[in-house]
């Protein structure tokens, strides 16, 4: 199985940038897609983008394409999030997820997930 640990959270002003990585601690993460999801306090999980298990494919929501970037480095078992002019509705909890696919499209189902890292944009 996976295990995922993000990182690179923190305290930001609207208009900056940071960077999320999520590390996978399995030997087959180079077979997985991976996803990146975000959840404000009393709201429900949100979809934020995924890429492909080659990382040829990314996929994005609306709410932040043209603003994040989501790439891989499958030699050093990490996936990361560019987050780019973050607006204070970025504010979240920023989780990573893989799956076992190989398909065309994003996952619509995720096996394994990490624990989370706050993301907070202030006006």
């Known amino acids: 199985q996976e295990q995922l640990v993000e990182s690179g959270g923190g305290l930001v002003q609207a208009g900056g940038s940071l960077r999320l990585s999520c590390a996978a601690s399995g030997r087959t993460f180079s077979s997985y897609a991976m996803g990146w999801f975000r959840q404000a306090p009393g709201k429900e999980r949100e979809f934020v983008g995924a890429?492909?298990?080659?990382?040829?494919?990314?996929y994005y929501a609306d709410s932040v394409k043209g603003r994040f970037t989501i790439s891989r480095d499958n030699a050093k078992n990490t996936v990361y999030l560019q987050m780019n002019s973050l607006k204070p509705e970025d504010t979240a909890v920023y989780l990573c997820?893989?799956?076992?696919?190989?398909?065309?499209?994003?996952?619509?189902?995720?096996?394994?997930w990490g624990q989370g890292t706050q993301v907070t944009v202030s006006s």
């Open positions: 890429i492909s298990w080659s990382g040829s494919n990314t």
């Open positions: 997820a893989a799956v076992p696919y190989y398909g065309l499209g994003p996952p619509r189902k995720y096996d394994y």
